[in-house]
């Protein structure tokens, strides 16, 4: 297993546009977690998925980002009519319930940059 | 909602010199968790602690949990340049880690 794979690496948008991030977690891990982070500050939760039923969702999130994942595999993060305050680092977060501990696995991020 | 605080926000050390970051919470922690990312990467995974008062070594780190799981410290001995990077506490108040509240962080730098 290559660890957790987030799509795309980078992305630049114009506010307004829609759009869509993917994360492919680690096979065996049937939590998923979406957290944004920005400079100098600690990841902020967004939201979580266990197997393909999301259990949470973070209060502060608008109800333009949508959050998708099929079959319990891989998700999806949408931001629909993005704006410049929505520019950060999208990281994506997998983990196990059943192991010794629920350490979470971070993939590499999406840097969203809204013009 | 849950707050997590972590201080200093910045800490310079010399290579050789000991580091300590601190974490509180506003709430009582069902466990905590403490994550490193360097410079232009992502968060790792480093520990998790349970137990009221538990002290867990990692070679040269050294992480411990309150007695009443509000509060937790991470301290490194003669620190490295590898020690470089920002280091998170993450705290959950479910049993399951569902959701962690990541704290703001402590940047590290370590000065050859």
């Known amino acids: 297993d290559t660890g957790v794979s987030q799509n795309p690496r980078h992305k630049i948008t114009k506010r307004g546009q829609n759009v869509t991030f993917r994360c492919d977690p680690i096979?065996?891990?049937?939590?998923l977690y979406w957290y944004r982070q920005t400079l100098g500050q600690g990841p902020e939760f967004l939201t979580y998925?266990?197997?393909?039923?999301?259990?949470?969702k973070s209060r502060l999130l608008s109800d333009r980002f949508s959050a998708e994942r099929p079959k319990g595999s891989f998700s999806t993060l949408e931001i629909q009519r993005t704006e410049q305050g929505d520019s950060a680092m999208y990281l994506c977060?997998?983990?196990?319930?059943?192991?010794?501990?629920?350490?979470?696995?971070f993939g590499s991020g999406t840097r969203l940059t809204v013009v | 909602g849950q707050q997590v605080m972590q201080i200093p926000q910045y800490q310079h050390v010399q290579e050789g010199e000991d580091f300590t970051t601190y974490c509180n919470s506003s709430t009582t922690l069902s466990n905590i968790q403490w994550y490193k990312q360097r410079p232009g990467g992502h968060p790792v995974f480093l520990i998790q602690l349970v137990k009221s008062g538990e002290v867990k070594k990692q070679k040269r780190l050294t992480f411990q949990f309150g007695e009443a799981k509000k509060n937790s410290s991470l301290h490194i001995t003669a620190t490295q340049t590898t020690d470089v990077g920002t280091y998170f506490c993450?705290?959950?108040?479910?049993?399951?880690?569902?959701?962690?509240?990541f704290g703001s962080g402590t940047q590290l730098t370590v000065l050859p």
């Open positions: 993450a705290g959950s108040d479910s049993g399951s880690a569902r959701q962690l509240t």
């Open positions: 977060a997998s983990s196990y319930s059943g192991g010794a501990h629920y350490g979470y696995t």
């Open positions: 096979s065996e891990h049937n939590r």
């Open positions: 998925f266990q197997n393909e039923a999301q259990l949470e």
